[in-house]
């Protein structure tokens, strides 16, 4: 038992995500490293879409890391070389993009499907219960429905 604890424990520690960035993109210095790092973190690979430059193996977050790197190496801040990049390839490029006209729709968009979905699902179950919250009956048996069924089923107790 103890032996599968520690073979799960072991997976669970060797499955953390592990970064893209190749051994020759490496900064010497590390302090310009760790800024450069923090700010892959915020950028969005424009191949994979989801992952940030640093997580991705394509090309092109390759070329943005590397972007990125020669920019702080050439003494860029922080906010300079981010808005470089973005000034190259627009806000798509952020991942958490700024709440600005052009990205109105990224922001507002899922809330307001929620809502028409919530009204959707409201409307739905109004109509399909009555005004006190029971199903809606069927309506009641004419004279002559009533006479056919007692017919029908005295004649299936005498079967």
Known sequence: MKWLFACLAL???TASPVGAVQ?????KDPALEARAREL???LRCLVCQNQSIDDSDADLARDLRVLLRQRLV???TDLQAKQFIVDRYGDYVLLNPPFKAG????????????LLALLGATLY???RTSGDGAPNAAAPLTDSEQQRLAALLKDDKTS
Not at 23 to 27: A, M, Q, S
């Open 11 to 13: 997976a669970f520690l």
């Open 23 to 27: 051994p020759d993109e490496f900064l």
């Open 40 to 42: 892959g973190k915020d």
């Open 74 to 76: 050439a003494g860029d």
């Open 103 to 114: 990205t109105i729709a990224l922001w507002v968009g899922p809330g307001v499907f929620l």
């Open 125 to 127: 179950l109004r109509r």
